[in-house]
């Protein structure tokens, strides 16, 4: 039988988490997607980040959907760590990943239709995808006769940690490049980084109401999801807050100056009217 809790309170600790980590990362999707509406143009987020970032959703959805509603992929995965052990997936993984997928393809279709300047998606972002859905594909039919769903689903979540570590690198470099965070939403990475605090905090309640860390090596993915998005996430809040601050602050303040300046033509040019009068 599968395992059940023995605290409640830490199952309900277990599930504020949980829902903490949704909301959070559900949430952060939306800074960059307003931003990019209120700026009709796309200049400073980088394409390849978005790219990779929903093949790195939807490998995640396959895993966590096929996991939590599968009765033969739970019976392997129990079969293989133990049935004393709990499905390391919890409804709250399942919604965030149906909705990242869809927050995703909305920013790419903006990138469609927004201004975009010379910005434009790599080549080498575009082989590693079609490579990654190509691979998906070859162990698909590798899977097939001997139904082996739990080695499959661990395939597309070993994919989500690969385009996890690798998705962040382009906008990380881009900001580097540009000396400059402007157009790519700070909001979203403080959002992401509460969610990753979240999500890794609730693998840690229920591994110590377990008195097991099998959840942690029994889905790797989860645990590196939350450690690398924790790290890039103080990456580019490093270089948003104190790197490229001053740039950031003197791009403001030029802003607010074009916006005053034809005021102050206008302003100047009235009384010169009144004289020719």
Request: with cysteine.
């Amino acid at each position: 039988m599968a395992a059940s809790w023995n605290s409640t309170p830490l199952e309900i600790t277990y599930q504020v988490l949980g829902w903490t980590a949704f909301v959070s990362w559900s949430i952060s999707f939306y800074p960059q997607v307003i931003l990019n509406f209120r700026r009709k143009r796309v200049v400073g987020l980088n394409f390849d980040f978005v790219l990779l970032n929903l093949t790195k959703h939807s490998s995640y959805l396959i895993y966590n959907a096929t996991l939590y509603f599968s009765a033969a992929v739970q019976k392997q995965y129990y079969e293989k760590y133990g049935y004393g052990q709990m499905i390391p997936v919890a409804a709250n993984d399942v919604a965030f990943s149906i909705h990242a997928v869809l927050l995703t393809a909305i920013t790419l279709f903006q990138i469609m239709i927004y201004d975009r300047g010379t910005q434009k998606i790599s080549k080498v972002a575009i082989g590693i995808v079609s490579a990654v859905w190509l691979g998906a594909a070859v162990c698909f039919f590798v899977a097939l006769p001997s139904h082996s769903w739990l080695w499959l689903i661990s395939i597309f979540n070993a994919i989500q940690v690969f385009m996890t570590v690798i998705k962040y690198i382009p906008q990380a470099c881009m900001n580097f490049a540009r000396k400059s965070t402007d157009g790519f939403s700070i909001g979203n990475i403080l959002l992401d980084f509460l969610g990753g605090c979240a999500n890794y905090g609730q693998m840690v309640v229920q591994s110590i109401d377990q008195n097991s860390w099998v959840n942690f090596y029994g889905n790797i993915g989860k645990t590196l999801l939350s450690l690398v998005s924790i790290f890039f996430d103080l990456l580019f809040m490093f270089q948003h807050f104190v790197l490229y601050r001053s740039k950031r602050v003197s791009v403001s303040f030029k802003a607010i100056e074009e916006e005053q300046e034809p005021l102050m033509k206008t302003s100047t040019s009235e009384p010169q009217q009144s004289e020719n009068v």
